[in-house]
T-cell receptor, first 112, second 110 residues
């Protein structure tokens, strides 16, 4: 099992560019979430999904879109990158909300 | 606003001592989870305690939950250098969101 795989590991974007952060898991987990981690802020929930075809907003959803067409994949799209979106992004998955999450290794994004 | 808030923000103790971290949350939960993050790495799940449980053990970890005070504590006994990391609590809310706090940075001194 590969667990939770995030790509890319590092990315530099120019303001206004768009991109997709990829997240894939091979554990047949229903629950998947995206978090961003900024210094001194802990992890903040961007979007989450409780199963294929179902997504919902977290604490800081503005500027991000998600979709969940398959159980395995949960991509995060930045529509028009802004410097405030410079952060480390983590994807996580779980069987359901009563189990602990398995985290990916993160994507470090810099918007200039 | 974030559900979980850890206390203290940073903690330094001697190797072999016990480390205690506290977490408070704001609304009703299904469970309370604790995670560890080593510098520059992803988070690793340590332990989950459900809302109907009061105490749980896993190796050198002991977690308590007091739903009347909306608080939890993580105790690491006989600390080791390898325990140096950031520790986060996360509250599993009834709307399926898992919300994290800001974390406690633990430093084990040799």
């Amino acid at each position: 099992n590969a667990g939770v795989t995030q790509t890319p590991k590092f990315q530099v974007l120019k303001t206004g560019q768009s991109m997709t952060l990829q997240c894939a898991q091979d554990m047949n987990h229903e629950y998947m979430s995206w978090y961003r981690q900024d210094p001194g802020m802990g992890l903040r929930l961007i979007h989450y999904s409780v199963g294929a075809g179902i997504t919902d907003q977290g604490e800081v959803p503005n500027g991000y879109n998600v979709s969940r067409s398959t159980t395995e994949d949960f991509p995060l799209r930045l529509l028009s990158a802004a410097p405030s979106q410079t952060s480390v992004y983590f994807c996580a998955s779980s069987y359901d909300s009563d189990y602990g999450y398995t985290f990916g290794s993160g994507t470090r994004l810099t918007v200039v | 606003s974030q559900q979980g808030e850890e206390d203290p923000q940073a903690l330094s103790i001697q190797e072999g001592e016990n480390a205690t971290m506290n977490c408070s949350y704001k609304t009703s939960i299904n469970n309370l989870q604790w995670y560890r993050q080593n510098s520059g790495r992803g988070l690793v799940h340590l332990i989950l305690i459900r809302s109907n449980e009061r105490e749980k053990h896993s190796g050198r970890l002991r977690v308590t939950l007091d739903t009347s005070k909306k608080s939890s504590s993580l105790l690491i006994t006989a600390s080791r250098a390898a325990d140096t990391a950031s520790y986060f609590c996360a509250s599993g809310a009834r709307d399926d969101k898992i919300i994290f706090g800001k974390g406690t940075r633990l430093h084990i001194l040799p």
